[in-house]
């Protein structure tokens, strides 16, 4: 028995430490004056919120076409029901980078969509929308599975009854099931900004510049070497670690309620 | 008032098929029904959450089997009560009227009326995680009731209270039916709630009805051996009737006259129900249809009932059951093993063909 304790504490011990350490040390060894001076920095400044900003777009774009997707997939069985959830979940499992090609290819000047949407004035190559682009199609799963699963939650019953009380259908919904599964769609929603935040990959190929945070970082390191990167990428993990933390606040809320 | 024409529909695997079912104005209806019978599904199709394949619904002389469920006018209880929990007590009663655009002041008019009428005064400003089963129910219903439905439609409403607050809201259901005169659809699995509660009682098995009446007519003529069974007999002799009664592996029953059978039925079942056994008899001999001694072979005391089997020399046995009052006061009370005298009322007998 006590064998068994501490073999599994040391266990898990051991990845909690792959994760902390690394992130301790970067923000233990930075030199505090660079450090101020970098969040006086200009670019950088610039790149964050850009960057908050972009991933912001991103998510709210996503919450207007995937929460009616989440409620789809949550309530009602149609034909054709797993592939959607399995294109749902591919975005987490393809490279990033292979993700910014693909979206290239389609939004780009060289097919008809990218065309199509130049015709309109809107551009996706070097863009701010090239950029939230990129990051919905990498983490719009963290929304829409968090919405499915916060309306999966919410007993068909209490929208059958408000459904015998006077409420349409649409009634029903934004009254009943939508406020009911509001905290973890909420969640899902932060969990995707986040992950909006610090996408690289995708973000690169559709967009060098303007440069997001995580672009400036590559820059800086490749440029000017560590040092000069470490300062960017401390301040982008603090307000990681900020965002991570008012999630978690609102997953206990919600325990507690 | 109700009326449901040969309603047929299908759900997945389930299916219900050609229900057809009155409910007068004013009525107090069960459904009966072992679970997966389909209750549920048929309480919803009336309420309009699922399309119907065919038939017909009607509602006041008026045809709704393709209006949506918000234009019904039909109140839903369910077993779990579906409170919603983002809101208080008050708001759960509103929830409807607003809908409706009352004005502020009718609405709370209507609400300080119908919690007085069901005793919830109090926890108007609660949240539906902080009331008891029985609160939770009554609040149900004042959301229900308070829209002034057509019919109330209420799917298993006591299964998940406790013994104390189920008897409470049992007597509680039939107050509400008697004072606000509204018709009420209820269904259950359990025969105690149906008969202490029905003007009229529907036996729903497989997704049809099998028989619906009076609980005293389908007591006195089961349409058949299962409906026999739903209501709870447990006795069934096969009987073979001649002109000088109907003979059983018991012996000849005297049932005179016998009900009209068709032409040249050989072979019937007759339903006994527990209640008709008795032990001991000593009552005029023209009251018992058959008398002769069995053989105790089990018997069961629970807190109220004593569940005893008799068994015959011909090898047939049959259940009885009797209160603890009567087992003490018996001069020797039973015991397995023991051969007693036992007489069979005519009361009760009923004829499957």
């Known amino acids: 028995m006590k064998n068994f304790r501490l073999i599994i504490g040391a266990l898990g011990t051991i990845l909690i430490l792959l994760v902390a ?35 912001l777009w991103a998510t709210l774009g996503c919450a207007i076409f995937g929460i009616p997707l989440a409620y789809a997939l949550a309530r009602w069985r149609f034909p054709g029901r797993s592939i959607v959830q ?21 939004y780009g000047k060289a097919f008809f969509l990218g065309k199509a949407f130049s015709m309109l004035g809107i551009s996706f190559v070097g863009t701010e929308a090239g950029i939230s682009l990129a990051m919905a199609f990498v983490s719009f799963p963290f929304l829409v599975n968090a919405a499915r699963d916060g309306f999966i939650s919410v007993d068909t019953r209490l929208e059958k009854v408000a459904r015998t009380l006077g409420a349409s259908p649409w009634q029903a919904f934004f009254k009943i099931s939508l406020p009911l599964a509001w905290r973890p769609i909420l969640s899902g929603g932060i969990m995707m900004w986040a992950r909006g935040i610090s996408e690289f990959g995708a973000v690169i190929i559709l967009a060098y510049h303007p440069m997001t945070a995580p672009v400036l970082i590559w820059e800086r390191f490749e440029a000017y070497g560590l040092k000069y990167a470490r300062p960017v990428a401390v301040l982008l993990v603090l307000l990681c670690l900020a965002i991570f933390a008012l999630l978690r606040g609102l997953a206990a809320k919600r325990r507690s309620d | 008032m109700l009326r449901l024409k040969d309603v047929t529909m299908s759900l997945g695997s389930f299916r219900l098929t ?12 069960v459904l009966l029904g072992p679970s997966g019978a389909g209750k549920t599904v048929l309480l919803e199709t009336i309420a309009g959450l699922h399309r119907v394949d065919s038939g017909n619904i009607f509602l006041d002389g008026k045809e709704i089997t393709s209006l949506p469920p918000e234009k019904r006018r ?69 959301r229900a009731l308070v829209l002034r439905p057509y019919v109330l439609l209420l799917d298993e409403p ?19 039916h008697r004072e606000i005169g509204v018709t009420i659809f209820h269904i259950t699995h359990d025969l105690n709630e149906a008969f202490f509660l029905a003007d009229k009682i529907a036996l729903m098995k497989h997704g049809t009805i099998l028989q619906e009446g009076k609980p005293a007519e389908i007591h006195e003529k089961p349409r058949n051996q299962t409906v026999a069974e739903l209501i709870g007999i447990k006795n069934f002799l096969e009987a073979a009737p001649r002109s000088s009664g109907l003979h059983t592996k018991l012996g000849r029953f005297e049932l005179s006259p016998l009900p009209c059978l068709p032409e040249g039925t050989s072979k019937v079942v007759l339903t006994i129900p527990a209640w008709s056994i008795e032990l001991l008899p000593k009552r005029q001999n023209q009251i018992y249809a058959w008398r002769g001694k ?39 009370p039973v015991a397995i093993g023991d051969a007693v005298q036992v007489g069979i009322w005519k009361q009760g007998l009923s004829i499957i063909i």
């Open chain 2, 158 to 176: 006591l299964s998940a209270l406790d013994q104390y607050s189920r008897n409470r809201l049992r007597r509680e259901l039939k107050r509400i």
């Open chain 2, 18 to 29: 050609n229900v057809s079912l009155h409910v007068e104005q004013g009525a107090y209806l």
């Open chain 2, 294 to 332: 069995m053989k105790v072979t089990d018997l069961n005391i629970g807190d109220e009932q004593v569940e005893i089997e008799l068994t015959h020399t011909s090898g047939q046995s049959v259940k009885t059951v009797l209160s603890r009052r009567e087992l003490a006061k018996m001069f020797n």
């Open chain 1, 86 to 106: 399995g294109l749902i979940d591919l975005p987490v499992m393809i490279p990033h980078t292979a993700a910014g090609i693909a979206l290239l290819m389609v």
């Open chain 1, 21 to 55: 350490v690394p992130l301790v040390r970067m923000i233990v060894a930075a030199d505090p004056a660079l450090l101020r001076a970098t969040i006086s920095d200009k670019e950088v400044l610039t790149c964050v919120s850009l960057t908050m900003r972009a991933a």
């Open chain 2, 74 to 142: 039909l109140g839903v209880v369910y077993q779990d009560y579906a409170l919603f929990p983002h809101m208080t007590v008050y708001e759960n009663i509103a929830f409807g009227l607003r809908l409706r655009k009352q004005p502020k002041e009718l609405i709370r008019q209507s609400i300080t009326k119908i919690a007085e009428f069901l005793e919830i005064t109090p926890l108007l400003d609660r949240r539906p995680q902080r009331l008891s089963g029985g609160e939770k129910q009554r609040v149900a219903l004042a």
